[in-house]
């Protein structure tokens, strides 16, 4: 039976991160943010699962700032390889991911993706609304994971996301 686990990424695991992202998303561009995330010193935290001993889904976590201040956290890119989707893989990673954040002291992450997917694990678009961001609609979502998280503000992405 194969057994999943997770892990802190290395960074010995990029080029197989790079390989993952442009299975799942059918691309390149999420792979050069991955790397310019980790070149540019702008990772927060990053995870891989392996399933015995292929790394088959991966989540990044970096910094926002909310009107200049370290204030925010991002959650992506994120990626499960196309065979393993579905089996609950997606939400241990980002579970896992917020509890880490949530333990730091972090108060909301940010997030665009699949409202299908978010929703269920908690994140919301009404959250999302009251910042001015890049992006917005019902794929820009956010989430309290400490009480106290400010309700607006102007968010500043890394460089990474050009
Ligand atoms: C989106 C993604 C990360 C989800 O990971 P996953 O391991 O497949 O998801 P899970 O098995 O944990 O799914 C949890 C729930 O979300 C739903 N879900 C997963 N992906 C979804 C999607 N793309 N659209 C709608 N719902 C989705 C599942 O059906 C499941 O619902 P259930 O609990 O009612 O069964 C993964 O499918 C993926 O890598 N997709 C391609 C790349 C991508 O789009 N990344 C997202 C960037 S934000």
Redesign the pocket.
């Known amino acids: 039976m194969n057994k999943t686990w997770i892990r802190r990424l290395q960074a010995a695991d990029l080029d197989a991160v790079s390989e993952l992202n442009r299975l799942?998303?059918n691309g390149s561009e999420?792979a050069a943010i991955v790397r310019r995330l980790h070149a540019d010193q702008d990772s927060l935290l990053s995870l891989v699962a392996h399933r015995d001993h292929d790394l088959v889904?991966h989540i990044e976590f970096f910094r926002i700032l909310i009107d200049g201040k370290p204030a925010g956290v991002g959650?992506?890119?994120?990626?499960?390889?196309?065979e393993?989707?579905?089996?609950?893989?997606?939400?241990?990673?980002?579970s896992m991911g917020l509890t880490v954040m949530a333990g730091r002291g972090e108060s909301i992450v940010f997030?665009?993706?699949?409202?299908?997917?978010?929703t269920?694990?908690g994140f919301s678009a009404a959250l999302a609304e009251g910042f001015s961001a890049p992006w917005s609609g019902p794929a820009f979502m956010a989430l309290e994971v400490n009480k106290g998280a400010p309700r607006s503000g102007e968010l500043t992405y890394p460089a990474a996301f050009g």
């Open positions: 799942a998303f999420e889904a959650l992506g890119p994120m990626s499960v390889k196309p393993v989707q579905g089996r609950g893989i997606g939400s241990s990673l980002v997030v665009l993706g699949h409202p299908e997917f978010y269920k694990l």
